[in-house]
């Protein structure tokens, strides 16, 4: 085995091997590291000796990392990253439970889970300062990646990119169909067949959203058509308006709904269609190790997701 180390590999050779893995040129790289150029040109050429191989190649007006310098690079950002968890984790523990946590979640397990963790938490953890981000599994998976999350409620992607995850499933996000209060459906003895939901027109994101996606095979697994009237939209908001202005129905997670339907404004429609998104469970970039506050609030949201699961 090559002792890299024994060979004379510093941490200034790990920090322009990482920069190379999202800049494109050599100079841009410099500036990002706060060095001068010759003194980049001059890290690459000990890299090379190092490594006994060619670390980039001349590519248009920019260079490209050859697959020894991808290698490395991944490898140096990886090691980068773990000493500035090690930095984190040492500083939290000299502190105690503090330090800043920053979670992702798709929308029922946010409301259902995080929220709720999140208010206790701040009994034994008062100095931790938590920020939570709510968006598409896809968007939470490509900021665990980045390092902009340190854990996510999302569901695993389904193809090769699912090994740069850990993953421990938690189960699955119910969802419901709303509808405005004293919706025509919600009279006594109204019809609430599916017959009669699809007279009506939806709010639904577009095509290929997994929500989306979700309500139409349960139509087509009962025999039905998908909606032939539908509002596209991924705001929130803009749904709850048009739903609670109109007609209109919707299919939003179970527990927005049941928050939300609280004041009285939407209802939660009585019908057959059972809907469950897929399986979320929480995500972490494989081989990383959460801070003291971060594991912590990670095994309490598993935690009260078991025993959601269960009720």
């Known amino acids: ?42 890290l690459a050429s000990e890299i090379e000796t190092i490594i006994d191989a060619q670390f980039y190649q001349r590519e248009g007006r920019g260079i490209a990392l050859t697959p020894e310098g991808h290698a490395l690079a991944i ?37 259902d889970l995080v929220l709720p963790v999140v208010r206790h938490a701040r009994i034994d953890m008062p100095a931790a300062q938590v920020e939570i981000e709510v968006a598409t599994s896809d968007h939470l998976r490509d900021m665990v990646l980045d390092r902009r999350l340190d854990f996510a409620l999302a569901r695993l992607p389904e193809d090769s990119t699912a090994t740069l995850f850990d993953y421990t499933p938690i189960g699955v996000e119910p969802v419901s ?65 048009a739903v609670s202005q109109t007609n209109a129905i919707a299919p939003i997670a179970s527990a927005v709904a049941h928050i939300f339907g609280a004041d009285g404004q939407i209802q939660t429609l009585n019908t057959t269609l059972e809907l469950a998104v897929d399986e979320f469970g929480i995500l972490t970039r494989a081989g990383t190790h959460l801070t003291p506050t971060a594991e912590r609030l990670r095994d309490l949201i598993m935690d009260m997701g078991k025993r959601n699961q269960t009720n």
Do not use: C
Request: glycine share 6%; proline share 4%.
């Open 1 to 42: 085995m090559t002792d890299l180390l024994r060979k004379g590999m510093k941490i200034n050779h790990l920090r322009l091997a990482a920069a190379l893995l999202t800049e494109a040129k050599l100079t841009d790289a410099a500036h990002a590291l706060g060095i001068a150029q010759p003194a980049a040109s001059r």
């Open 75 to 111: 490898r140096a950002d990886r090691i980068l990253n773990e000493i500035g968890d090690a930095g984190r984790e040492i500083d939290e523990l000299r502190r105690g439970l503090t330090g800043a946590v920053a979670i992702g979640a798709v929308t029922g397990p946010a409301i």
């Open 177 to 241: 169909l709303i509808a405005r209060q004293n919706h025509p459906l919600m009279r006594a003895q109204a019809d609430t067949s599916l017959e009669s939901l699809l007279n009506y027109d939806w709010v639904m994101p577009a095509s290929g959203a997994i929500l989306r996606q979700t309500v139409e095979r349960a139509l087509r697994d009962l025999g039905h058509a998908p909606p032939a009237r539908v509002l596209n939209t991924s705001s929130f908001l803009l749904t709850l308006a």
